[in-house]
């Protein structure tokens, strides 16, 4: 059974940091490239970073360049989005997805708030 399971959501101030976490299971993660998408309130789903199979190439959204960092660990099967330097705007919730050509996995999501 294939799963990407977000983890690492929560209510943080603006300036702060958040890390969220992805762990795949049911699928060689491995051989996908990962990349995290967000959905803000009353916006549409967008893009925010993606990292190749390997982990030798990343691109961000510019909203986020320089402040959010994707990784992955493939021994753990798990990729990551560290967060700094949040902003109100960063508010939405968080998806993790698995790309390989014509196929792509979802996870759940998960909640970011940034709010004083």
């Known amino acids: ?48 970073a993606t990292i190749t199979r390997g982990g030798g190439s990343t691109n961000y959204a510019d909203s986020v360049k320089g402040r959010f960092t994707i990784s992955r660990d493939n021994a753990r099967n798990t990729v990551y989005l560290q967060m700094n330097s949040l902003k109100p705007e960063d508010t939405a919730v968080y998806y993790c997805n698995a790309n390989k050509l014509w196929v792509d996995y979802w996870g759940q999501g998960t909640q970011v708030t940034v709010s004083s």
């Open 1 to 48: 059974q294939v799963q990407l399971v977000e983890s690492g959501g929560g209510l943080v101030q603006p300036g702060g940091s958040l890390r969220l976490s992805c762990a795949a299971s049911g699928f060689t993660s491995s051989s996908y490239a990962m990349s995290w998408y967000r959905q803000g309130p009353g916006k549409e789903r967008e893009l925010v």
